[in-house]
């Protein structure tokens, strides 16, 4: 687009008294972005009444949404090692309105080692392919990468289904935000990146799709005989009659090991099983589990994206669901916020504070996943399925030739730039972190807070996961004289004041004008941990 249209556009579509909707129509989807960013740009500089110019964004944005629906092809950025779309650091999946455009992203993100392969979907089947978005759980769409581009929601293109009242038994089965994690975590650990950011951002992906492994229901392949067959009733569901038999189907890995199957959705069961030959039982994870019982495992997705839960993944899942059980009940917990304990300080040392942050000092963000883009790791705390021999084309595969992210002119949603010191001396939350300091002759007054806000404890906890030495912290509140805080005690070897720096900086965005005092478990502090459940405690999750 030369600068002669640009005007042209601009002229006609944002600065004229009237625009028509039929020439809005004619315009190209990459004309329409233009538009839609140069009026925004125009209202910022009071170019033109700013309700028109909202009134013509506002039409710009309808007419886009209807070219994208109505477009003789788009194509679609997937990757190729997990063969799924391409999610990038925003969580967005790429859009191309052109061949043109598409091969162009290709070229340049080839160079960058993010191998991606542009699948062209024609007019025929873009609906569909919006409805996978909905199954997969990709929802956020960046169009024309490399090119004026905006954001479109996959929502805004096609709604989510309405089921009302249809009976739960006759709504397919999908599970987006298990899929979501699956392609993300995946193709996280699929890029070569280092450095405790990246491994941290991996564990917290990794994280989120033990999450949703435990709470999905699946579809198990299965074939009914029966001697008279039974009847399925106004929902469609069958009250099986005494001497049938359920066959589930089962999968040969490598030796003599069996393997159950199980899918997240119709899509992926039809990738392995006709459904004209194979029904399905609907089954929760530990109903798979118990199936699964006498056979060496389940793999999930066998032919998409494959995830072995062998022996140790179930021990590591159960793991991993009593810590969310124990993390629940403890939040549940209502404690008062006067001390349950007192004790005199007459004996207590006074701790050395040369190395602490004081109350002034300058508090950074943490910046924890953004971070972790920037770096490259072979530290991958799951493995794909190479121990199932099922499919060798299928699947994600834990490849040493990673991909790698960089910044450039087109935007890859990755941020590669350190955040810059934030200057917060006069700042409530910045001038609320110290070490403890008790003075001889204190009385402490130490229990439970009443309320940890959620933001506080999220960013403290991401905080504690990143540090090796870290084994225990536990966070209480403490009266210390007039003055009273939150407390946090560490357990922990290394290097005291870059821990808690590291803490404090984590900690400062989210007090709202608290204080938070640190120390470590040693000494005076020790006493306070009697029978004490852990805010903190270092886990290590890993699929083997």
Known sequence: MNEKRKDELGRRFLLSPYILIDECNELEIQE????????????????????QLDERISLLINVLHEKVRDAEALYIAYEKKTNYPYIDAEDRIWMFSTEEYASHAADYFMQQQLMLEMKRVNKEDLMKMFGELHMLGLQKILVDNGQYHTLLDRDELLPPPEFGDTPEINIPVTNPDLQHAIIRFFQFIGT??????????????????????????????????????????EQGRKTIKEGARIQFAVLGGEGDSKWLPVFTDWKEF????????????????????AISARMNGIVVNCRGIPIPIHEKNKQMIEAYRQELDSASAEASKEAPTEAVQESNTDDV??????????????????EVSRQALNDASADAPIKAATDVTIDPS??????????????????????????????T?????????EEVKVPQGTTLRIGEPSEVPEPLSHSLKACLKKQKGVKKAYL???VKGEEQSYLLIVDFEGSQAELFRDIAQAASPYLNGSLLDITDS??????????AEPFYKKKRFGFI
Not at 394 to 410: M, V
């Open 394 to 423: 299928a699947g994600a595969q834990n490849d040493s030739q990673a991909d790698r992210e960089t910044k450039s002119s087109i935007d890859n949603g990755a941020q590669n730039e350190s955040a810059a010191p934030v200057e």
């Open 32 to 51: 329409l972005i233009f538009l839609i960013h140069s009026g925004k740009h125009l209202k910022t500089k009071e170019a033109a009444p700013a309700k």
């Open 270 to 289: 039809e990738k392995a099983y006709d459904k004209k030959v194979w029904s399905s039982n609907i089954a929760t994870y530990d109903d798979i589990v």
């Open 425 to 433: 001396k006069h700042s409530p939350s910045a001038a609320a972190i």
């Open 476 to 478: 209480k509140w403490m």
């Open 522 to 531: 040693k000494g005076w502090a020790a006493e306070h941990l009697r029978d």
């Open 349 to 366: 040392p006074t701790e050395a504070t040369s190395d602490a942050p004081d109350r002034t000092s300058d508090a950074v963000p943490n």
């Open 192 to 233: 070569r990146r280092s450095g405790e950011g990246a491994k941290q951002l991996a564990k917290e992906f990794e994280a989120k799709m033990l999450y949703e492994v435990i709470r999905a229901k699946y579809l198990v392949p299965m074939q009914l005989e029966e001697k008279v067959p039974s009847t399925p009733d």
